[in-house]
């Protein structure tokens, strides 16, 4: 055992009732971190029975994609055909990771659901994620491969081509989500992406409406949106962007009418929430009952790094809504998240806390 699994379990002995968020405050490290160690000395026999776990705590329960993300970024103008200079960073991601990252910088207890190779990018995941997130229920497979995702940028940050390896997904069944209904229906909120199949989407969607969870379906591009559910009924938020909406709905969206026509739409599926995402126009927003409002984006944004912007966005929104904001105020968190990623070389901003984020906001105005 080290040094901190010594410590957790010497808390359990002289209060095997403390709950994760009192051992973790004790110790001085986050919770998802806490839970990590207790699952390892679980795994060694060292703990038996979960009366330190209290029921009242409860997660946000995040669940798609954790990736490994390849990023080259080409040098000078890029050139089809032949080979271009570049330089190539590697960090964590997937959607749902990243949403789950940033809701635990912004001091929220959350839970990753997901399938992950028995690898050392796996590994890597690991590590950079389970101070943010507790990670003790992701099912590994032996013999398949981590999700990865390849991206080339341009000079200017934009995205010229991606590479997705996503067949792990296909394993995220659910068989698997009927093994973790317990942890899932007493979340806090549920978060999903479309790495998950159909029949697992239409699963948790039915779970949280039976459990009256909190949910939010999160698109990862067009070709998935065939995993949507047939309706959006019971669904707290719908997120997705353009390209997304058109093809959930089967309308172009050619102006600010068809736009604010396609959130109209969304919203008569069921969704009690729904935001339609236009990149530099700025969003599209609606919950129901009410008319669509448009936000425009941050202004005099320097673009870094566009990966990541868009689950910063969520993350950002999702933070506002779980702390009682408004719509509007949900919306410009979520803005303000995003472009503050888009003017960083990270995925998920290293800086981020709920106070900075505050802190943003109030000088924005």
Known sequence: MNEKE?????????????????????????RPSLANIISGLIKQGRISGRAYILPEEKEIICIGGANIDRKFHINEETQ??????????????????????????????????????NDSDWDVIVRESSSHMDVTDVGQLIGKSTGSYSAVLDHDGELV?????????????????????????????????????????????????????PLVIIPVSSPKMNRMPSDLKGVTWFICNQDEAETYTGRSIDNDGDWKKAVQELLAFGAENVVVTSGSRGIMAASAGEEPIHFPAVEDVHVEDVTGAGDAFVSGLLHGHLIGETLNENVRMGL?????????????????????????????Q
Do not use: W
């Open 336 to 364: 303000l998240n995003a472009a503050k990623t888009l003017e960083s070389s990270f995925t998920v901003r290293p800086e981020l806390t709920k106070e900075l984020l505050k802190k943003e906001l109030e000088e924005l």
């Open 161 to 213: 081509i991606a590479m997705a390896n996503m067949e792990i997904y296909d394993y995220l069944t659910p068989v698997y989500f009927e093994e973790k209904s317990r942890v899932i229906s007493n979340a806090a909120m549920i978060i999903i992406d479309l790495n998950c199949p159909k029949e697992s989407v239409d699963y948790i969607k039915k779970l949280a409406s039976q459990k009256g969870n």
């Open 80 to 117: 089809l055909g032949t080979s271009n200079p570049a330089t190539m960073t590697v960090s964590v991601g997937g959607v749902a990771r990243n949403i789950a990252e940033n809701l635990g910088r912004l001091d929220h207890n959350v839970r990753l659901l997901t399938v992950a190779g």
């Open 6 to 30: 010594r410590a957790v379990l010497d808390l359990i002995r002289a209060n095997p009732y403390l709950s994760q968020q009192e051992m973790a405050d004790a110790l001085r490290v986050s």
